[in-house]
């Protein structure tokens, strides 16, 4: 059982930054690809950004070139950072693997742009 807690979110002015970061306890071996997904409201969950186990990473078009993500293994952390924030880009983060399993999404973090 892996145990996902993510945190860094909070309220930032468009063209702000925001470091997100994904706790990971359990058996976290059982863990490949990790992705961070984000759910703005009346929209669907989606995937912006993934990374694989050998550092693979992989973007949502409409955050390359702002987003980054990375993972530090010996912390069993995975952290997204976000450059010139956009409002668009607002709505809560959750991190889990991808595909993503059911029994590991978390809280999330919220995410507010303002214009």
């Known amino acids: 059982q892996v145990h996902l807690v993510e945190s860094g979110g909070g309220l930032v002015q468009a063209g702000g930054s925001l470091r997100l970061s994904c706790a990971a306890s359990?058996?976290?071996?059982?863990?490949?690809?990790m992705g961070w997904y984000r759910q703005a409201p009346g929209r669907q969950r989606e995937l912006v950004a993934s990374?694989?186990?050998?550092?693979?990473?992989g973007e949502l078009d409409s955050v390359k070139g702002r987003f980054t993500i990375s993972r530090d293994d010996a912390k069993n952390t995975v952290y997204l950072q976000m450059n010139s924030l956009k409002p668009e880009d607002t709505g809560v983060y959750y991190c889990?693997?991808?595909?993503?399993?059911?029994?590991?999404w978390g809280q999330g973090t919220q995410v507010t742009v303002s214009s």
């Open positions: 889990n693997e991808v595909p993503p399993r059911y029994e590991y």
């Open positions: 359990g058996t976290v071996e059982d863990i490949f690809v």
């Open positions: 990374i694989s186990p050998l550092g693979k990473t």
